[in-house]
């Protein structure tokens, strides 16, 4: 498959903004499960940082197929589709990349927020989401196959 197209304008946007991600992923007994959670992109993988004891540790680590979406929630909507793998790494104290993350979603809340975090973090463990394909949608030009 193509590189992923973080220049695309519509990913570019998502990317920049930044929306929740739903990360959706599949559990022992087969069941589907969705989660919202906070993300960064790099090198075109994505990454989320979470707790040791979150239930998405133990299935994705199971069964590393995921899907997830970036969106908007007003119209013209942007839809960024993507099924991935995920690799699920624990990492000794704070995740190196969770304060950068932290901010871009808290903002001016940051701050605070790490302050209360600072010493109690002892484990976290980070998924790094490989794309493998993906789809896009504004509603505009490229929209559900369905409407066409």
Same mark, same amino acid.
């Given at each position: ?30 069941? +589907? ?50 099924e991935g793998e995920a ?56 929209? +559900?196959?369905?409407?066409?």
């Open positions: 498959m193509d590189a992923f197209p973080a220049d695309d304008a519509v990913v570019a946007a998502l990317l920049r903004e930044p929306p929740l991600m739903r990360l959706a992923y599949v559990t022992a007994s087969g069941q +589907p499960k969705v989660v919202p959670i906070w993300w960064q992109y790099a090198d075109g993988r994505f990454t989320v940082i979470t707790g040791p004891k979150a239930e998405k540790v133990r299935h994705l680590a199971a069964n590393p197929k995921v899907a997830f979406t970036l969106d908007t929630d007003r119209p013209p909507y942007r839809v960024l589709l993507v690799a699920v790494e624990p990492v000794e104290g704070m995740a190196p990349e969770y304060p950068a993350i932290v901010r871009r979603f808290l903002g001016s809340a940051a701050e605070g927020y790490l302050a209360r975090m600072e010493g109690r973090v002892k484990r976290q463990v980070r998924i790094t989401i490989t794309p493998r394909r993906w789809r896009i949608l504004d509603f505009v030009e490229r929209r +559900p196959k369905s409407l066409a």
